[in-house]
C-alpha cells in the first residue's frame, strides 16, 4: 500500500459475508488504498450501538486484492469503526465508506440502521463519511447497474470532503440503471403493523419484527421516498448534532 | 386504571433490574397510569437498535402500586416501545418517559443511548417523549435529591406536550440538590483512547470498550455539559429528523 493515495475505511451493517461489501471494496480500490472492517455476523437493525459488557476480537482474512485488506470485528458497526481507528489502520482515513446495504436505509429507517451506525461513527471522529444503500433485500441483488454512480459519489467525497458533522445518506432504486442522482431530504414516515404474533407450542405468545413503511408526506417532491420511486439515487445529508436548534418548546423551565 | 387519568409508558435501557426506573415509576403514578415495558436484561449503548432476526417475548411482573403494570421484553429499548404500543397498552400513551438511567447521556452520547433510543421511538410515534439520565453509574447512586424537578418536568410535559418531532434529552447532576433547570443544546464531542487491550491465555488479543469523553468546546456556555458542570439539570430538545437541512455540500450532483 502506498502513502500518497486516499485511505479509504470501509465497513457494513449485513456482515463480511454479504456481496454487498465486497462491490463497493472493489469500486474503492480503485481510488485508493481499502481497509475493509466488518461485522463478523449479521447487524441489521443495529443502529448507533456498541459493544459495552463484553470483549471484542478482530480477526484478518485473506484477501485477493492488493489494495484491499479485509479484517472482522466480533461486533456492532460501531464497533467496527471504533476498532478500525483505534487498533487497525495505519492512519487516519480520508473517507469512510459503509455497505452497500442489502436494503434501504430511506426516510426515518435512518434512526435504525447499522450502515449508517457505522457512518455517523466515522462522521463524528471528522472523517467524511457515506452510507449506501440498494433497495434490494436479497443477498443475490444486482450492484452493478449502479456502479458508475457509486463511484462517482465517492470520487467527489474523496475529492472535496464533506461539511464537519455532515455525512451521506444514499440510498439506490433496484434493478434499473439508475435516471440520475438527486440530493434531497429524509422523507417523514412511520412504521405500521410492526408486529406478526405466533404461539408456541406450549401455548405462549411469541412476536417477531414485520410491518410496512408509511410516507406520511407522499406529496412531498424534495423527498428521498419521492426521488427513489422516480429511478433516481437520493443523497441525504444527515447531522451527526441532534439538537433541534431554535425549536419553541412552549414550556418554560 | 382511569382512562381520565393520563397514561404513561415508562421505559429504559438498564433493564427492570435497575433502581432508576421504580424510582421513575413511582413518581409518574402520582401523576397518571402507568404502564413500564423495560428490557428483561441490560441495553446500555443499544442505540436505537431494534431485533430483526429473532422472536420477542413479553412478561408481566408483579406490581404493589396498583397504578403501575410492569412487563418486560426479551429486547432492545426500541423493541420495549415498539411492542409496547402493539401489544400491551391498551391505548395510545399521552406521554414517554425513558430512564432514569444510572450514566450520563449529555453530549454526543445521545448518539449511543439506549435510553435515548426509546425516547426517539416514542417521539416518531407522535407520543411527547423525554429521557432521563443520573450522572451517577452505580446501582446505588440516589436519585431523590432530584425528584422534585423530574416531577416538575414530567407535569409540564404533560400539560403542554412538545412540537412534532422533537423529543426532550434531560441530564441531572449527581450527589447534589440541582441548582435548576437549564434549556440548552448538546455539546459537541468525542471519545478518545476507547479501548483497553488484553491478552487471553491463548496469546490472542482481545479489546473492551474504555475511554475518556472530551467535550471539545469548553468555552461555550449554552451546552449541557456547561451547565451539568454548574449542578443545573440540562434539557436538550432532539429532533428526530437528521437531515442537514440547507447545508452546503460544496459537491454538485
Not at 454479504?18 to 463497493?24: D, N, Q, S, T, V
Not at 426521488?227 to 441525504?236: D, E, H, M
Request: with cysteine; proline share 7%.
Amino acid at each position: 500500500m502506498d502513502n500518497c493515495r486516499p485511505l479509504i475505511l470501509i465497513s457494513n451493517d449485513d456482515s463480511i459475508n454479504a456481496p454487498g461489501i465486497h462491490f463497493l471494496a472493489d469500486i474503492a480500490s480503485r481510488l485508493g488504498d481499502v481497509y475493509v472492517v466488518a461485522p463478523a455476523t449479521p447487524q441489521s437493525g443495529q443502529s448507533a450501538a456498541l459493544t459495552v459488557n463484553s470483549p471484542l476480537r478482530i480477526v484478518e482474512k485473506p484477501s485477493t486484492n492488493e489494495n484491499i485488506r479485509i479484517f472482522t470485528v466480533s461486533g456492532t458497526p460501531v464497533d467496527c469503526v471504533k476498532l478500525a481507528l483505534n487498533a487497525i489502520v495505519p492512519r487516519e482515513p480520508d473517507v469512510l465508506f459503509s455497505g452497500i446495504n442489502h436494503g434501504s436505509n430511506s426516510g426515518v429507517n435512518v434512526t435504525y440502521s447499522g450502515t449508517m451506525g457505522a457512518v455517523l461513527e466515522g462522521c463524528m471522529r471528522g472523517i467524511p463519511s457515506v452510507g449506501f444503500s440498494l433497495l434490494h433485500h436479497s443477498m443475490n441483488a444486482d450492484f452493478s447497474l449502479s456502479a458508475s454512480f457509486v463511484k462517482e459519489i465517492a470520487e467527489k467525497v474523496i475529492s472535496h470532503g464533506l461539511p464537519t458533522n455532515v455525512c451521506l445518506n444514499v440510498n439506490i432504486p433496484a434493478k434499473v440503471v439508475p435516471s440520475g442522482i438527486k440530493l434531497c431530504r429524509a422523507a417523514i414516515g412511520h412504521w405500521t403493523d410492526e408486529y406478526d404474533r405466533y404461539v408456541d407450542p406450549s401455548g405462549n405468545p411469541f412476536y417477531w419484527l414485520s410491518g410496512r413503511f408509511i410516507n406520511d408526506e407522499p406529496e412531498a417532491t424534495d423527498t428521498d421516498e419521492f426521488w427513489l420511486g422516480k429511478n433516481y439515487i437520493s443523497v441525504v445529508p444527515v447531522s451527526t448534532d441532534q439538537t433541534a436548534h431554535g425549536v419553541a418548546l412552549g414550556i418554560d423551565f
